[in-house]
């Protein structure tokens, strides 16, 4: 009971970071957990890059973040797994007499590293078209045709194709990471249910 009363007493609003290509289905998972846990809590939202939400949580501007890490790291508290893919219109028509057109993320995220890596490994000519940092204008460029793309598997939208036959892509893990000052709603009994999200 005294816990309880503490939580409605403190009632500062919980700061969260998320990558805008995990608000469609990630962030509901981790605000439906937080929104059981605290139905009284308010949550503020911040969608910028993983690199950039580390940064912030660092600099006390975040109470916790959903990142990227790389599977081989034990970072955070994990909330699922997603693997790169290739992405296109689901009419685009390769032009051999032409560079590939690409639209990518910036040149931090893994993807973009591995899509340019990838191409270059296999003597295929490309042109990079487009950098950006959300998931949402990469996916209006590519969904028109004016390029291909490639992103996480779970920011891929039912109006896209995944490509088959193209270069491999890196996997990652998707992580809770929090800042070192802890929310009161982000205790030991929310987090230990942060591993069932990925089942939900």
């Not at 509901?28 to 308010?42: D, G, N, W, Y």
């Not at 790169?84 to 590939?100: E, L, Q, R, T």
């Not at 891929?156 to 929310?183: F, G, R, Y």
Request: proline residues 8%; glycine residues 4%; hydrophobic residues 40%.
């Amino acid at each position: 009971a005294l816990k309880q009363v503490k939580r409605y007493e403190d009632k500062q609003p919980l700061r969260l970071g998320c990558p805008e290509d995990y608000n469609d289905t990630i962030l509901p998972k981790v605000i439906r957990l937080l929104q059981r846990a605290e139905p009284t809590c308010s949550i503020q939202v911040f969608s910028l890059p993983s690199i950039t939400l580390r940064e912030w949580l660092d600099d006390g501007r975040l109470d916790a973040a959903i990142v990227t890490r790389s599977p081989d790291s034990e970072e955070g508290y994990w909330l699922t797994h997603d693997v790169g893919v290739w992405i296109s219109s689901p009419d685009y028509a390769f032009d051999n007499s032409k560079p590939v057109p690409l639209a990518l993320f910036q040149t931090d995220c893994k993807y973009h590293a591995a899509a340019v890596n990838g191409l270059t490994k296999q003597g295929t000519p490309y042109q990079l078209l487009a950098c950006s940092n959300t998931a949402s204008a990469q996916r209006a460029i590519v969904k028109v045709g004016l390029a291909i793309g490639a992103m996480g598997k779970l920011s891929v939208t039912p109006d896209l194709k995944i490509l088959d036959d193209m270069p491999p892509l890196p996997s990652v893990d998707i992580v809770l990471i929090l800042a070192s000052k802890h929310h009161p709603v982000l205790d030991k009994e929310v987090l230990n249910q942060l591993v069932e999200l990925d089942s939900e």
